[in-house]
């Protein structure tokens, strides 16, 4: 099995800045995109950043510029610098990792079980 796990969560004021960590163990033999989702209270979820195992990034329009998505391979573990936060990015933040979990064997997606980003005005 495969464990996702976030941290970095917490109340921040407009114009701060957090950082996001997300850790995968156990059952892993690569892992090829990671990535940050979100969803606001009553909004459905939406793709804030992706990095795949190369180092390619795509990001959401609305966190260009403020938003950095990074990772460290050796370490299964994926992260989000947010800066310049507005009180609209308020909203659970999960991880998706896709993972192989041995040579040859498809892949599989995990999600964490999110954590809270909250943007005072």
């Known amino acids: 099995q495969v464990q996702v796990v976030e941290s970095g969560g917490g109340l921040v004021q407009a114009g701060g800045s957090l950082r996001l960590s997300c850790a995968a163990s156990?059952?892993?033999?690569?892992?090829?995109?990671m990535g940050w989702y979100r969803q606001a209270p009553g909004k459905q979820r939406e793709l804030v950043a992706q990095?795949?195992?190369?180092?390619?990034?795509n990001y959401a329009d609305s966190v260009k510029g403020r938003f950095t998505i990074s990772r460290d391979n050796a370490k299964n573990t994926l992260y989000l610098q947010m800066n310049s936060l507005e009180p609209e990015d308020t909203a659970v933040y999960y991880c998706n990792v896709v993972v192989y979990r041995a040579v040859g064997a498809p892949p599989n997606d995990y999600w964490g079980k999110g954590t809270l980003v909250t943007v005072s005005s």
């Open positions: 990095i795949t195992g190369g180092g390619t990034t």
């Open positions: 156990g059952s892993i033999f690569a892992i090829n995109v």
